[in-house]
């Protein structure tokens, strides 16, 4: 699977997450060889977990799935740059690659703030991709922030 078909895949968790009042943010995970091994998205509100980002959630099912923590050769693809709390847990699960849809400038930890991935000080680096089908990733979640915005509620 391409990272354009994965990523495509990660948008429609990050609709469904929208729809569910989450920040709208999807991901999924593919195996060494391209086939997808789980999917994610933000569940923050709808589990009251602050742990529960898209790529977290995408993250535990695939190691549930391949029965182990390691996730050697996988990639995640999620529609948003991930913040430091994933971009380390990508780092932790042995991740190969991560791509990405739109940079977060307030959050994100594969290179707009911090560049926790490619840290030659951990144990591990993970290879980088940024701006797949960011304009997508990057509509979704400003229509969601205008929505919210509109109806009074609290900007994020």
């Known amino acids: 699977m391409s ?4 990523m495509e895949l990660a948008l429609v968790e990050a609709r469904a997450a929208g729809a569910s ?19 994610g ?27 182990s923590w390691r996730l050697d050769g996988a990639a995640v693809v999620v529609t948003l740059e991930p913040c430091p709390m994933c971009a380390g847990a990508l780092v932790a699960a042995r991740v190969a690659r991560v791509v990405f849809g739109p940079p ?23 290879v980088v991709t940024g701006g797949v089908l960011a304009e997508r990733g990057a509509m ?10 509109g109806a009074g509620g609290r900007p994020e």
């Open 140 to 149: 979704l979640l400003a229509d969601f922030f205008a929505r919210r915005r």
């Open 41 to 67: 998205r933000n569940r923050r509100e709808l589990d009251g977990d602050p742990t529960a980002h898209a790529e977290l959630v995408a993250i535990r099912a695939a190691a549930s799935a391949v029965g």
């Open 104 to 126: 977060d400038p307030k959050a994100g930890a594969c290179g707009s703030l911090y560049n926790l991935c490619v840290d030659p000080r951990l144990n591990h680096e993970v």
């Open 21 to 39: 009042g989450d920040v709208p943010v999807g991901a999924v995970v593919l195996a060494a060889d391209g086939s997808l091994l789980s999917r």
């Open 3 to 6: 990272d354009d078909e994965a």
